[in-house]
């Protein structure tokens, strides 16, 4: 079947993806309890025993609450860089060694014919990362937590076949809405996360041959709606130029009360 993924959960209630080809099942951030987690695999027909390790893009806990449960329930390795593994071990509590396995940023691994890429990107945490996957001659980029999208990650992102892109909050939304001035403030910075207009312009730059599905993800449940979330994704790559036919790419959505269906990216 090759490379496909199903998005568990995402927004700021917690966030979990899992990557499979036919030889490897990966795990990504565990922003659920454990038990949660468990719950929603064995809708998707995944057993926690059979993944083969944990990668974690940040300590933030809505991507880290159940890690700690969940990796020694099912004695999962959890790869992680040294700063992150720093920040996460007090919230996370005792790992065993065998399992506690470091990925640098920007450092490429493999697990069976699954490749698997982290690279740097900007948000508030001790050194966050977001992952590409690839295997088959798929690509799949999972890209959320950022406060703005750097030359250097927009380069990773190329070529992509499908990507999970942060599409948080709508900017009027959020500056009329009840957070305080400091947290608003934290979201709209360079270190906090994409509005509906950025991955609009970020899409400008990436919307080339290869890329057939977006997702839009992490939106915000208080200043964001998904139907406003795709008009205005849209309505940048319109202004910008990009005009698509429905059989050559699509926007899809994720949910932060329910797993996505099973997508084969190619
Ligand atoms: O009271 C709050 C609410 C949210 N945050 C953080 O803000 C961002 C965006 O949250 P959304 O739920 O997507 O609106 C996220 O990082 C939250 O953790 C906060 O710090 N305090």
Not at 61 to 70: P, V
Not at 81 to 91: D, P, S, V
Not at 120 to 144: M, N, R
């Amino acid at each position: 079947m090759g490379l496909r993924f199903t998005v568990l959960s995402s927004g700021s209630t917690g966030n979990a993806t899992v990557v499979s080809t036919d030889s490897a099942s990966v795990l990504v951030d565990v922003g659920l309890s454990g038990k949660k987690i468990d719950e929603l695999l064995r809708e998707r027909e995944i057993a926690g025993q059979d993944l083969d390790g944990i990668f974690v893009t940040h300590e933030h806990s809505d991507h880290i609450k159940g890690l700690g449960a969940f990796a020694r329930r099912h004695r999962l390795p959890i790869y992680a860089n040294e700063r992150t593994w720093g920040a996460m071990l007090r919230t996370i509590g005792e790992i065993p060694d065998e399992q506690r396995k470091i990925l640098p940023t920007d450092s490429v691994m493999e697990i069976a014919d699954l490749r698997i890429e982290s690279y740097a990107i900007s948000h508030d945490a001790i050194e966050p990362v977001g992952y590409c996957f690839l295997a088959d001659g798929a690509k799949l980029s999972l890209a959320t937590d950022l406060g703005y999208v750097s030359d250097k990650v927009m380069r990773q992102l190329q070529n992509s076949d499908v990507m999970v892109l942060e599409s948080n909050h709508d900017v009027d939304m959020l500056r009329m809405g009840r957070y305080p001035w400091n947290i608003k403030r934290r979201i709209l910075g360079d270190t906090g996360h994409l509005s509906n207009e950025a991955a609009g312009e970020a899409l400008c730059r990436l919307l080339t041959g290869s890329l057939r599905r977006v997702y839009l993800a992490h939106l915000s449940q208080e200043h964001n709606l998904m139907d406003l979330a795709k008009l205005t994704v849209n309505t940048v790559l319109e202004d910008n130029g990009y005009f698509y036919q429905k059989d050559e790419f699509a926007l899809c959505e994720t949910y932060h009360d329910r797993p996505t269906l099973w997508d084969v990216v190619k």
